[in-house]
T-cell receptor
Framework: EAGVTQFPSHSVIEKGQTVTLRCDPI?????LYWYRRVMGKEIKFLLH????????ESGMPNNRFLAERTGGTYSTLKVQPAELEDSGVYFC???????????FGSGTRLTVV | DQQVKQNSPSLSVQEGRISILNCDYT??????FLWYKKYPAEGPTFLIS?????DKNEDGRFTVFLNKSAKHLSLHIVPSQPGDSAVYFC??????????FGTGTRLKVLA
């Protein structure tokens, strides 16, 4: 079984540019999550999809962040325009049912310069 | 305000000895707790969990203890192995799909 896959693994962009991160969850997993870890701090929740619906987006920092999950399969997280404080590692995770120990991807390291 | 705290940023232990990683929380509504392990350039990997109705859960070399009155949980690794060297994150949820993570403790097991 393939794990959670994230693209790209690294991205370096200039302030003001747009970046789109992609996450492919484990096949069949209805629940998809985005988290972010900034500067070695805690891993913070961004949002949760159930299939294509946003179940909880309480952790999204502001309206520069847009997450989509068309068709309930892969998800994208777009940052537009990027700011310096958006730098960090963005993790995607998925689970089949329930919140009990979901599976994380390797993350996308975003650096805004 | 951080609801899940891991006050020790790092810990070094000799191979074969016990590693004890600690985690404190403030939200009494948390009912499920997890430990994740993270190697460099990889995502967190689920290790072990415990429900608030229990005070101990064991899986091989890993045991998690929960003290609800103290709002404290700990992860014991016995015996510690060099491959256990990683960053360990404590996480909690309050009946939802959202996890609240601590800042992590870097464990180094010395051969």
């Amino acid at each position: 079984e393939a794990g959670v896959t994230q693209f790209p693994s690294h991205s370096v962009i200039e302030k003001g540019q747009t970046v789109t991160l992609r996450c492919d969850p484990i096949s069949g997993h209805d629940n998809l999550y985005w988290y972010r870890r900034v500067m070695g701090k805690e891993i913070k929740f961004l949002l949760h999809f159930v299939k294509e619906s946003k179940q909880d987006e309480s952790g999204m920092p502001n309206n520069r962040f847009l997450a989509e999950r068309t068709g309930g399969t892969y998800s994208t997280l777009k940052v537009q325009p990027a700011e310096l404080e958006d730098s960090g590692v963005y993790f995607c995770a998925s689970s089949l049912t329930g919140p009990y120990g979901y599976t994380f991807g390797s993350g996308t390291r975003l650096t805004v310069v | 305000d951080q609801q899940v705290k891991q006050n020790s940023p790092s810990l070094s232990v000799q191979e074969g000895r016990i590693s004890i990683l600690n985690c404190d929380y403030t939200n009494s509504m948390f009912d499920y707790f997890l430990w994740y392990k993270k190697y460099p350039a990889e995502g967190p990997t689920f290790l072990i969990s415990i429900s608030s109705i229990k005070d101990k859960n064991e899986d091989g070399r890993f045991t998690v203890f929960l003290n609800k009155s103290a709002k404290h949980l700990s992860l014991h690794i016995v015996p510690s192995q060099p491959g256990d060297s990683a960053v360990y994150f404590c996480a909690a949820s309050a009946g939802t799909y959202k996890y609240i993570f601590g800042t992590g403790t870097r464990l180094k097991v010395l051969a």
